[in-house]
Each structure stands twice: as C-alpha cells, then as structure tokens.
C-alpha cells in the first residue's frame, strides 16, 4: 500500500491497519501522548473543504506521532478554484514534506493527485466518493465494541450493519460499503429510493427503502448518515417531514431496536433530523468511540504509509 | 497546368488504378502515363478514398485561440486524411452572424490545407432563447446550410420547433446536441453502476434519447431536416431506426470516440477520457457500431475539441469536456468497423466523406474518385499499427484519449483541391 485512496482494502490490509491501531488506541490511556516513530517526518493537511474533526483527528494523530504537521486550507484562498490544484499541491510537494492529507470537492481529486507527486497521499474525503478512514475508524470502533480486549486479528464477520440515509452522495456509505463486507460483515444500505446510488444491486450489500423492515430486523449496527436536506429538498425527497417519516431514527423507532443495536454516526449529526438524540446518546450509541478511533486509526495509516520510508 | 499523377492506389480498397489530376480535377482513373514534368506519388499499397469530410469540428477561433485555430485545426484535418471541416459556432463571438461565419469562412480559405464550412448557431449566443439570424447566414458569402448550438441543447421545444421551420425552405438542417439539461444537472459521466462507484453524477441515457425523440417528432410535423449529433446511447439508436423508419428526414453520427471507448476509462479520473457526451457502457458501443454499419447512424464525425493542457489536469469535476480527434478517426473506424468486418472501405468513404457531405450540402466533396471529380483525396496505408505520441497530433492541443494507445493504418498522403497538404505523413 502506497497510498490510502480507497477502502477497497482486502481483509489482510484492513486487519493490517486495525491492529496497528489496537497499538495506537493505548496512548489514549497515556499522559505523555507522544511516540517517536514519525520523528522529522512533515505531513500536509490540505483541506480544500470545511473540515473540523476530520482536520483536527489527522493533527493529533500526526503530532502524537512526533510528525510535524502544517495545516493548509484551500477554502477562500487562491487554491480555492480547481484549475489551480496542480500548482498547489506541485508547491507543496517541492517543500520537501513526506505526505499529503487531502480533502477536496470533487471525486477522485487524490487519485489525480497521487499521479502528480511523489510523496503518499492519503484520503480524507473526496467529494460524494469515498471517505477511507471513516471507513476504518467505522470499522475499528465496532470491533472494539463487539470483541473487546481480544480483537486483534479478527475480522467482522458475520455482524450485520445497516447503513440509512443518503447513500448517493455520502462518501462514508461509499467506503463502508467497500471495506465492511471485505471484513465479513453483512451489510444492508437502506434509503430514499431517490438517495440510492446506480447499481446499487451490483454492490456488496443488500439494498431495500424499508426503513422500518431494517430497524425491525434489530441488526447488530445501525449507521445513520449525515442528510443535507436544504440542498435536496423538493428533488430528491418532498420535504423534511417526509424524510423523518421514512428514514429518521426517531425516539419510536429507536426504542424497536430492543437496545442491542449499536448506533453509529459519523458526525457532524443532524439531531432531530437523520437522528434523534435519544438514540444519539444512548448507551448503545458508538459516537463517542467512533471519534475516538478516527484518531487511532489515522496514527495507523499515518505509520504504515510514513515510517520508515526513505524514498520520498 | 499542374499535373499529379497518384500511381497505383486501390481505389476503395478495390482495384489498382492510376489518378491523373490536372489543376485540381480528377481527369483520368485507369493507367496513366505521366508526363515528364508530372509530380508522382507512388501509391502502391495504399488505399485512395475520397478527401474525408467532418460534420462536427471545434476550430475554436474566435475567441479560443490557446486550444486552437483555424490555421491549425486544418493542419489536424489533413494529417488525418480530411478535406473538409465543419466548424462548430461556440467561439467567441458566437457564430451567430453573418460576420462570423464569413471571418471563419475566410480564416479556412487562407490557411489553405481543407475547406473550412462555417456552422451558425440556432439561437443567439447559443443562449436558447432567441433565433439567429439563420437566413442572412444562409444567403451569405459563408453559404451556411448547418445550424447547431452545439455543446449547449435547444432544449425550448418551441424555439427548436421554429428552427426547424425557418431553416426547411432553404433546406437547412438543425443539427441538435441532444442533452435535456433538468436531466443532468451536475453530470460528470454516464449513468451507470460505475458512477455510483466512482462516486460521480451521472448523465442518464434518457436525458438523450427523450431529446431525439421529441425532436425526431417535431422534424415530422414541420417536414425539416433534423441531424442528431455524436449518438452515444443504445436507446437513442431505437428511436433513429424508428424515425427513419417512418419517414422522417433525420440523420445522426457517432464520434470515434464512442466506437471505441467505454465508460471504464473513467475509472482513473484522467480528464482526458471526459467528454460530453460522456463515454457509455460497452453495450451502447456495440449498438453504436451496429447502427453505423446498417444506416441508422449515417456519419462519424470527430467532435474534434481542443483544450489546453490546463484544462485537463484538473480534478475531474473541474475538467473541461471534450477530446481531440481529427487525426485519429480513420485509424479508430479501421480499427471498431472495418476489422471487425462491420464496414467495407466504400463503406468507409461513405461514413466519412460523402454522406457528410451530402448532409452539410457541401458541392464538390466526397464523391465517387472519378473522372470530372474534385481531386480531394486521401492515401491510407491500412498496415500495421502505431502508438500514438504527441508527435502524431498536429493542433495544438493534446487532449487526445489515444494518446500511448496503439492504433491501425495511418494517413500517407492527403490531397485537397489537387495539392498535396500531406506528404508521406508530413503536413505541408
């Protein structure tokens, strides 16, 4: 692996990258949070969208690395349009530094990127394509949950995982729906029919618009997606309230769960909207641990794809 | 009086003869004996087709001159074996006067390799909302018979209606770039499983085919000429064959590039393979092949848009669309028709050069390579196969989606108006 542009890992490279992040995970519980292994390494964090906690998760999990890591945003400077793309990360690639984070507007923006310059390139998130480390901190913190102490090595097989919403332009459903069933899951994607991507029957998934069928079936994890309605309203679905009726994990449907289900969600979350705060902050809500594992998880990548590199 | 003598070609890829051209008239097929004074050019091997006619060509001047101009947009037609070209109306200004389409007219006639046939635009600036002045570009020095606002559908059904109409008398054609724009708001490539994997917007088949049905009707109730450009979809193939069927006076092309490509190129997100419309799925490919041999597409034409280097190294959503094709079409016809046997080289000449002729009502291009004729005529060697560099593109712009592919024949020798303006691969 010499990029992460893509969650299309196989089960050895995804396990690969949990484990090392089961190491990781344990300077959580440490005061002194600072490991050597990126030492002098730089790291670039170039965001040429809004980003908090995907920016900030991949700052500390540089700097506790020991990697000294600059943040550049594209937002509102002149890197802002696309034409410019290529001077700025050519720019930042002849400062000598050993990676790039990116996150842009437009599918596919790191892959052209990683053609262009020599150094890694790792995906935070690509227009409506895919989110990678979503992916992996996704899958992290569900098999923390589910196995504990003793996850090292294991995969995901057999758990089932709905993921609802708006399938079609969410990055973070994209890579769930490449790396989850490479770990053995069982995945469903439910939504609006509207919100379901082309070819959604050529996926590694079962697909249904049920969302009650799918919250009555109790799966083992419930991903909720973030909707932005107020720029689909009126063409993709009618209106908030037909959203809400449909597919929001409201406090009713919430409760036919049984409490089992763990319910997950990448954030930034709509309460009350694709979510309800009764099951956003329930006992068995994943959130938390969710944003906890964005950082262990991205010390991973960040360590297999930088250390002991000496050929960028 | 300038003799060339074209010593041995297969005519068509038939029979061996000699072309004897005197000041720009074939005058003689069959065994020539030159005089001394006369130019040969040793065909032996080659075929001879009629000089290739474009229908669909973006010069881009005005207005666009760091893509292309006209001077070397024909230097692209006649490297790849054209005589004649149809420059599209989206430069600016617009190709929407007479003063345009004269000043293009003019630009091709001095830059001398092929005939430049201006386009005029159907409605003002290609905004959709006004006619152009059709009639005073039809009845000027610029002669324009074709009308397109192409890059952008006349998506106003009354308005393309009244094309229609006002073009009918003096036996104009409406040559509609068929893309319903409510249907592909944020499109990036075609609809398929594979957008949704890549994650790009997709840009539905219906959103062409409703076009071309609606327009395939509207054709029939005013009696018109309507020409479909660059089909790329298996369903707008349906509604041809059903149109022509009826009756109804519509023809269509297909660009090389959809004979060939197939939406997987995408996959990589380089821009070159971006194009509107976008490279479909391969079932459309082999509609589209299928639909040129049997007649339900009558013409390939090359959809030839240059871009400068900038505009393709760019994320795909911020790329721009099109490709370069002039100098590849034949090689890519070769390679999807002729070896897989779907078109013979008469069929060839037809797709390329006379039908396209006869659709623009271009006199004196892409007829038979007989006696009386005008000598336009292009020299293949169908032979072995070539990479494509830079150095076998001749505009000046690169975007070409062939580029390190390796494609069939090559173009020796293109004569335009009895001259040379290629020679053993060299452009004059």
């Not at chain 1, 890197?79 to 984070?101: F, N, Q, W």
């Not at chain 2, 308005?159 to 104009?172: I, K, N």
């Not at chain 2, 196969?385 to 390796?406: A, C, D, Q, Y």
């Amino acid at each position: 692996m010499r990029h992460l542009l893509t969650a299309a890992l196989t089960r050895d490279e995804a396990i690969e990258l949990l484990d090392i992040a089961e190491d990781m995970d344990q300077i959580h519980e440490r005061d002194q949070k600072k490991l050597p292994a990126l030492r002098g390494r730089t790291v670039v964090n170039l965001f040429f969208e809004d980003s908090t906690r995907t920016r900030s998760s991949f700052e500390i999990a540089g700097k506790w690395l020991s990697a000294d890591v600059i943040n550049v945003s594209g937002k509102g400077s002149s890197v802002s349009k696309g034409e410019d793309l290529r001077d700025t990360v050519t720019t930042i690639s002849a400062m000598g530094v050993d990676g790039i984070v990116m996150r842009h507007g437009a599918s596919g923006a790191p892959n052209v990127v990683a053609s262009w310059i020599p150094q890694i390139v790792v995906n935070a998130g690509d227009g409506t394509h895919e989110h990678p480390t979503q992916a992996l901190l996704d899958a992290f913190a569900l098999r923390r949950r589910i196995h504990g102490d003793a996850s090292r090595g294991k995969g995901l097989d057999g758990v089932r995982v709905a993921i609802a919403g708006d399938v079609l332009h969410s990055r973070v459903a994209r890579s769930n729906a490449l790396l989850l069933p490479a770990l053995g899951a069982e995945v469903t994607i439910v939504g609006p029919p509207s919100m379901l991507p082309p070819g959604i029957g050529t996926w590694q998934a079962a697909h249904t618009t049920d969302f009650d069928e799918v919250v009555d079936s109790r799966p083992d994890a419930l991903m909720m997606l973030r909707v932005q309605l107020e720029r689909q309203t009126g063409t993709f679905v009618p209106s908030a309230g037909e959203y809400i009726g449909g597919w929001s994990l409201t406090p009713e449907r919430f409760a036919r769960l049984g409490g089992e289900t763990l319910v997950m969600h990448p954030g930034p979350m709509n309460r009350g909207l694709e979510i309800s705060s009764v099951a956003a902050d329930a006992a068995a809500s994943l959130v938390l641990e969710q944003v906890r594992a964005g950082v262990s998880v991205r010390m991973a990548v960040l360590y297999r794809l930088l250390a002991g590199r000496t050929d960028s | 009086m300038t003799t060339l003598v074209v010593r041995g070609a297969r005519i068509l890829g038939g029979d061996a003869a000699d072309l004897t051209i005197v000041d720009g008239i074939i005058v003689g097929v069959g065994s020539a004996s030159p005089a001394a004074d006369a130019t040969v050019i040793d065909a032996d091997g080659l075929l001879a087709l009629p000089g290739l006619v474009d229908l669909h060509t973006h010069l881009r001047e005005p207005g666009f001159e760091q893509s292309e101009t006209v001077a070397t947009g024909v230097r692209a037609a006649a490297a790849g074996g054209y005589a004649a070209v149809f420059a599209m109306a989206n430069t600016r200004p617009v190709a929407d006067t007479v003063a345009v389409v004269e000043q293009v007219a003019e630009l091709g006639r001095r830059a001398g390799l092929a005939h430049v046939q201006p386009i005029g635009a159907v409605t003002v600036g290609l905004a959709g909302e006004r006619l152009a002045d059709l009639g005073m570009m039809a009845r000027s020095a610029a002669n324009v018979r074709v009308f397109s606002d192409d890059g952008h559908c006349v998506h106003d059904a009354q308005l393309m209606r009244r094309a229609l109409e006002y073009v009918a008398p003096f036996d104009g054609v409406i040559a509609q770039h068929a893309q319903e724009p409510t249907l592909t708001v944020g499109a990036q490539m075609h609809e398929s499983p594979l957008a949704g994997e890549l994650g790009l917007g997709g840009w539905p088949s219906v959103a062409e085919s409703s076009i071309v049905a609606r327009d395939v009707l509207l054709a029939e109730a005013t009696g018109a000429r309507l020409h479909v450009c660059h089909v790329s979809t298996a369903e707008t193939v349906d509604v041809l064959r059903w149109a022509k069927a009826r009756g109804i006076r519509v023809t269509a092309e297909v660009t090389p590039h959809h004979l060939i490509l197939t939406e997987e190129e995408v996959r990589g997100y380089d821009a070159r393979f971006k194009v509107n419309p976008p490279l479909r799925a391969a079932g459309d490919v082999d509609a589209l092949r299928a639909a040129l041999a049997d007649g339900t597409i009558d013409v390939v034409a090359t959809d030839h848009a240059p871009h400068p280097v900038e505009a393709k190294q760019a994320a795909w959503a911020d790329a721009a669309m099109g490709m370069v094709g002039l100098e590849t079409a034949l090689a890519v016809v070769q390679e999807s028709m002729v070896e897989t046997g779907l078109l013979d080289w008469a069929g060839v000449a037809r797709v390329m050069a006379s039908t396209p002729a006869r659709i623009g009502r271009l006199d004196g291009f892409g007829g038979a390579l007989e006696v009386g004729a005008a000598a336009h005529v292009a020299l293949v060697d169908p032979a072995g196969r070539t990479p494509i560099g830079t150095e076998h593109l001749h505009g000046r712009s690169t975007n070409s989606p062939f580029l390190g592919r390796s494609l069939p024949g090559r173009v020796v020798h293109t004569i335009y108006q009895g001259r040379q303006t290629v020679s053993d691969g060299v452009v004059a």
